[in-house]
């Protein structure tokens, strides 16, 4: 869990986030009136044309598909999660509605609970979720002596899923004993980077989706997560 996104994944920044250039056509700003913009804090110089995508409950983790069309984003917003223990949507990076007319679509099994969504290069999802061990939310002790916590649930496995067959069932793509959560993918598609406490440490390992074979990549004590690939996908 990355506590910074947590707080930035319902805002879709739809412009550059630097100021243009003394070159850029004057049609790039004339038009722009910071008093209006609703979503805009007084003095940024940095962020503007602001939109919201979500609107209640707690939004995060969320992330591109590969044609940038789409978000795919963990939720536990009533209006759209019932059962109230985060699960894992997705919707159009416009806001727009998708295909069926509704503007945020489940993709999780709405039972345990889920984090960490990503889009696969063929437009499926992986995504971790606690569903197989208990349909009830685990416990969440969200902060502790003021800090932020992330609890470590054994439950969690990494599933893949087909957000365009809704009826299909979740695939476990990388499961056992322990942690398994917090998956990113690599930008050729091939490669997963995920956490794992199989070894008895939170360590970071890497899942070829071609091969099939897994690779750890750090063994050092303490925790190693949250792990993204570089634009180039050689480094993390």
């Known amino acids: 869990m990355r506590p910074l996104l947590s707080f930035l994944a319902a805002l879709l920044l739809l412009a550059a986030c630097a100021p243009p250039s003394a070159d850029a056509p004057a049609s790039a700003t004339a038009d722009y ?3 209006a913009d609703s979503l805009r804090f007084e003095g940024e110089t940095h962020l503007r044309n602001i939109r919201q995508l979500t609107f209640g409950g707690n939004n995060a983790e969320a992330y591109w598909s590969f044609d940038g ?4 984003f ?10 109230g223990c985060d699960q894992s949507f997705v919707m159009n990076a416009d806001g727009s509605a998708l295909g069926d007319s509704t503007q945020y679509a489940d993709v999780s099994t709405m039972r345990g609970r889920t984090t960490c969504a990503y889009f696969l290069a063929d437009g499926r999802v992986v995504y971790a979720s606690t569903h197989a061990a208990s ?10 002596g003021g800090r932020y916590v992330w609890p470590i649930h054994d439950s969690y496995d990494i599933y893949i899923t087909d957000p365009s067959n809704p009826d299909s069932d ?8 322990g942690y398994d959560a917090e998956a990113t993918v690599s930008p050729d598609g091939r490669y997963i980077v995920y956490t794992t406490d199989r070894t008895g440490d939170l360590e970071l390992w890497r899942y070829d989706l071609e091969t099939e074979e897994d690779l750890q990549l750090t063994s050092g004590l303490g925790y190693d997560g949250g792990a993204f690939f570089s634009p180039d996908g050689t480094k993390l």
């Open 135 to 144: 349909p009830a939310c685990p416990e969440a002790i969200p902060f502790v």
């Open 170 to 177: 979740p695939e476990v793509l990388i499961g056992g004993e």
């Open 69 to 72: 069309t789409q978000l795919v």
């Open 33 to 35: 009136d910071p008093a």
């Open 74 to 83: 963990q939720s536990d917003w009533d209006a759209i999660n019932p059962q």
